[in-house]
């Protein structure tokens, strides 16, 4: 006897198979707390990882874990509630700043950024808010040296202003993208100029208020802030060294905000929800602006990709001492955040065997690493 199918019945049958392997792929909650523990022990081990980390599906953690010490001399122990600088995970919270504004009609990304900038250079008059966010926009970096003598901590950043107008562009705004804080800065300067407001008043009373992110904040150095974390420095086999405070040129609107997994999770959580921003201005900030590979590019104080087979929004930030990487997948409603308080920690790597472990991926767990003995005529012809 002849059986015969037609289209519809054999995509009936493949889209069956699909979803059958697929659901026993995804992996549950209490598999995926018994894949990151193991994982986290042997990173802990060998990378070694100290900080903090959070998965979260739906708006609620699936893990939430602290790992090693905040502050080693007071024995204080890393967990969800203790506060790590951001460093460059902060630009988001600076661009989700630009679109409040944008949504209360006292600026528009397709502006000029003169338009908002006391004594803003000639060089400058092409570039637009837009060219900060995606940094198109051509302002290089300066270093310490060049800012001179402080006129106060942390550093003016009229006086960062006024070294970084100086200086010619890079290149013409909107020729191509090149990763530097100084856009970022700038716009910093903009949110104060339009909103009245200085940039810490902003985030507060816009965005951490509103959303509860009561451990978060723009960090000012003379400032106690309870339960922070320490920067330490620590590579496999060797002692921990402590990194004191240091005040980084250009951190500001670019890096400057403080944070815990915990309100991070909060701040995850609103883009699914359109508490601070609305959907169209949420797909504005999540769109690519250039892309330098297929399926990667940078949106607003955000790297737009694909990981996994899925849209991915995410960044990392590196500041003295700490490493940071959150990353959120908004179709599947999974946010990613791994905090470090060690400079040598792997954050962004440690943030994707996660996210592979969510979604049923392949992933490697740390090993130990021994030292081979090579005989010195090996080296010899090396040379």
């Not at 250079?121 to 837009?130: D, F, K």
């Not at 942390?154 to 100084?182: C, H, R």
């Not at 900030?285 to 940078?298: H, L, S, T, V």
Request: proline content about 5%; glycine content about 8%.
């Amino acid at each position: 006897m002849r059986i015969k199918f037609n289209f519809i019945t054999l995509f009936s049958v493949f889209l069956l198979i699909f979803q059958t392997v697929s659901a026993q792929k995804a992996p549950s909650d209490q598999q995926i707390k018994t894949k990151v523990d193991e994982y986290m022990k042997a990173a802990v081990k060998f990378e070694p990882f100290m900080g903090t980390i959070l998965i979260a599906r739906d708006g609620k953690p699936i893990v939430s874990k602290g790992y090693g010490m905040a502050n080693v001399e007071f024995d204080a122990l890393n967990n969800p509630q203790t506060v790590f600088r951001l460093a460059s995970v902060s630009k988001q919270f600076t661009a989700a700043a630009i679109m409040i504004l944008q949504e209360r009609g006292k600026l528009n990304t397709s502006d000029l950024a003169c338009k908002y900038l006391k004594d803003c250079p000639a060089a400058w008059q092409p570039i637009t808010i837009r060219h900060l966010l995606t940094m198109t926009h051509g302002i290089p970096n300066i270093n310490a040296s060049e800012i001179g003598s402080l006129r106060g901590l942390p550093i003016p950043m009229e006086q960062w202003f006024e070294v970084t107008s100086k200086k010619p562009l890079d290149y013409s705004p909107g020729e191509k993208f090149k990763y530097l804080n100084a856009g970022y800065a700038a716009l910093g300067l903009i949110i104060e100029r339009v909103s009245g407001k200085t940039y810490g008043e902003f985030m507060q009373e816009n965005i951490f208020k509103p959303l509860g992110m009561t451990r978060s904040g723009y960090e000012d150095p003379l400032r106690i802030i309870k339960n922070r974390a320490t920067g330490y420095r620590q590579m496999p086999d060797t002692p921990i060294t402590n990194l004191p405070y240091r005040e980084i040129v250009r951190m500001y609107a670019a890096g400057g905000i403080y944070s815990t997994a915990e309100d991070l999770l909060l701040w995850s959580n609103s883009f699914f929800t359109n508490k601070i921003l609305s959907k169209k201005s949420i797909d504005e900030m999540f769109a690519p602006f250039k892309e330098m590979q297929p399926d990667i590019g940078y949106a607003y104080g955000l790297w737009s990709s694909r990981q996994f087979g899925r849209r991915r929004l995410a960044h990392g930030g590196n500041a003295t001492g700490f490493i940071t990487y959150i990353a959120q997948y908004p179709e599947d409603r999974v946010t990613v955040i791994v905090l470090s308080n060690n400079e040598r920690g792997s954050a962004g790597k440690i943030n994707d065997v996660l996210s592979a472990i969510v979604f049923g991926e392949k992933y490697e767990i740390p090993k130990e690493r021994k030292a081979v003995t090579v005989p010195s005529s090996v080296l010899d012809s090396y040379v």
